[in-house]
């Protein structure tokens, strides 16, 4: 069972909420169902580990390290029983790295289009060994320093294949002209499919040399909500896209609790303790100061440039799906110049993609050039919208407070700060970036509370903590 808690241990790291008692669970099942069927251990451990589909993505990543499957070279009958000793028999038959030639790629191409066209997956797992053993070696060390999935692809191009693969569909199958656009994607996602077995096989090559916890932590993408707002590509953006509803209802139900302790009030200690006089000073029965229910207002000001736009519009996202929440919720964005923008994320409310296209495209976010300027965006929105602020109304400046060497104005903060009951400063940037370069965080800090917010997850505990109640 070493290799379970391994296993755990490593999904732990990646934010999984694995107890004790699921790892026990796991252990019977692994004990009722033996080993000898890898994809049933999967699907064992996936039952008895995971919390949720999203997190299927990243288990199977780390699955793979510490449940490797046996591979065999295409010129050889057998592997290794046990998959942590088998030698790479594959690389003495494809060759050093580079050395098998145009020739053996090509042939290797072929062989793949024909796996694909077949479905055959033991057969594409071969041949994704076989690509790694012969092209994606690097380094001068014995044998090789290392393993890359990124040169062996590179060399590869599978998403070439298309054509050739459809061809062989359509004359093995007859596939009527109508379904060719059902087919393309059913393509495409069998060479994906091929893409991360390349990927699978060369973290294991590289586990095998360096050990496989420190590959799954390193090496292994964690889910999309603990993913860096500011390294997140589109499709991570997407997936985080799709998290905003379930989020949003977490949160909401969330913030509903905190709202109905709130609303009991404190203790009213002058009636508590006369009160108490029948029970001989003993305050048997508190009394409450009963608080008026009201919900308060909420202001997002919302810098969209570069590359904090996609924490900006999550964060806009999920809070336009929290406005039943507050009495009121405006929204501002801006570049260099501020607009409000509630409407626009109301209108797109049933569809986040896109929002930051729609926002740049019809709000006057910009002047004379495109850079981010804190300053005149506080100036303007104080200027403009202080009608906003009231003593109920709590603002959140969401942005990494690089100025591109302008004035900061920060009088203009401490008057937003004035006016407001409260500001709170979400930061994409890590705390030692801040006060670098052009970053004027540390003085915005002074005046008001800055908060560091890199990924989605610390996102979602920010907001449920801080939102006012």
Sequence with gaps: MARLTALVAALRDHGFGIGTGETVDAGLALEAIGFTDR?????ALAATLLHGERQRPVFDRVFDLYFPAKATAPTTATAPDDPDDRADAIHATA?????????????????????????DTALLDRLAAEAVAGWGAYGSGPGTDGWSSYQTLSRLRPETLLARVRAARTASGGEPEFTDRLLDDEIRRAIEGFRE????????????????????????????????????????????????????RKLATRLAARRRRAARGEIDLRRTLRGSLSTGGV??????????????????????????????????????ALHDQFSRVRVFAFVNRVDEVTGLLARGAADPAGLGERILAEARLTGWHGQSDYGTALDEFVERYADALGPRTVVFVLGDARTNRADPRAESLRLIAERAR?????????????????????????????????????LGELIGRLLPV
């Design 197 to 248: 077995r390349v990927r699978t096989e060369a973290r294991r090559r590289v586990a095998d040399r360096q050990g496989r916890d420190r590959v799954a932590r390193r090496a292994v993408a964690g889910t999309a909500d603990r993913v860096d707002f500011l390294l997140a590509g589109r499709e991570q953006l997407d997936e985080l896209r799709r998290t905003v509803r379930p989020l949003a």
């Design 422 to 458: 409260r500001v709170h400063w979400l930061n994409p940037e890590q705390p030692a970036l801040w006060g670098t370069g052009d970053s004027v965080a540390p003085l915005y800090a002074e005046l008001v509370d800055m908060w560091p917010c890199r990924n989605a997850r610390r």
């Design 95 to 119: 060759g050093a790295p580079g050395g098998a030639g145009d020739a053996g790629l090509a042939g290797l191409r072929a062989r793949i289009a024909e796996a694909l066209a077949a479905g």
């Design 283 to 320: 305050p048997v029965r508190p009394v409450l100061r009963r608080r008026r229910p009201g919900r308060p207002e909420l202001v997002l000001l919302c810098d969209v440039s570069g590359s904090v736009a996609g924490f900006a519009e999550f964060t806009m996202a999920l809070v336009q």
């Design 39 to 43: 994809r049933r251990v999967r699907e």
